[in-house]
């Protein structure tokens, strides 16, 4: 079974509007992490926003934020205000303590494709 | 503080060759991170390193790969006897050990292309 899934393999945003990039994630770990990674066509993966499960309120880093809806499992990333070097590829990543065995590896969705249109 | 660097950025080889690439983690982070990348894909995790221990291994990780950390710094993942499937972007992670987060910070990858 898939751990992280993000369902829109591409998403178009206007310049100065804000996007959603969906992900939900699947864990019976009651201690975990979720992060948002950039990935440019350079390759590089840019680390944008954490969550933790433990965490009360919704992480936010400039313009990203991160709607975590725990209940529901979904951690989606709101992007505000768009720009055009914010196209790129977007991924979500769970990491699971497993009982303390996991060594923190990631586990990653598919990716969603963001295009940003002046 | 430089960040993950990773060497070389492209590799381009023959089936049947043996390839070895490098990544230096950003100083003091005692935990490193292999990932493999194939196109249209997320990053799949390969090994981790705590200092110059290998602590885990993903089944992703055949009899032809190996990495080591000999002095606990930088890090090197070997294939041998590359095959086509082997064609990915190599990634290599670092974070700090201590901490909450523990955030991974990405090196710009090798990418490599079996012929």
């Known amino acids: 079974a898939q751990k992280i899934t993000q369902t829109q393999p591409g998403m178009f945003v206007q310049e100065k509007e804000a996007v959603t990039l969906d992900c939900t994630y699947d864990t019976s770990d009651p201690s975990y992490g979720l992060f948002w990674y950039k990935q440019p066509s350079s390759g590089e993966m840019i680390f944008l926003i954490y969550q933790g499960s433990y965490d009360q309120q919704n992480a936010t880093e400039g313009r990203y934020s991160l709607n975590f809806q725990k209940a529901r499992k979904s951690a989606n990333l709101v992007i505000s205000a768009s720009q055009l070097g914010d196209s790129a590829m977007y991924f979500c990543?769970?990491?699971?303590?497993?009982?303390?065995?996991?060594?923190?590896?990631?586990?990653f969705g598919q990716g969603t494709i963001l295009t940003v249109h002046p | 503080d430089t960040g993950v660097s990773q060497d070389p950025r492209h590799k381009i080889t023959k089936r049947g060759q043996n390839v070895t690439f490098r990544c230096d983690p950003i100083?003091?982070?005692?935990?490193l991170y292999w990932y493999r990348q194939t196109l249209g894909q997320g990053p799949e995790f390969l090994t981790y390193?705590?200092?110059?221990?290998?602590?885990?291994k993903s089944r992703l990780l055949s009899d032809r790969f190996s990495a080591e950390r000999p002095k606990g710094s930088f890090s090197t993942l070997e294939i041998q006897r590359t095959e086509q499937g082997d064609s990915a972007m190599y990634l290599c992670?670092?974070?700090?050990?201590?901490?909450?987060?523990?955030?991974?910070?990405f090196g710009p990858g090798t990418r490599l292309l079996v012929l």
């Open positions: 992670a670092s974070s700090p050990l201590a901490g909450n987060q523990e955030t991974q910070y």
């Open positions: 100083s003091e982070h005692n935990r």
């Open positions: 990543a769970m990491r699971e303590t497993a009982g303390g065995t996991s060594y923190g590896k990631l586990t």
């Open positions: 390193f705590q200092n110059e221990a290998q602590l885990e």
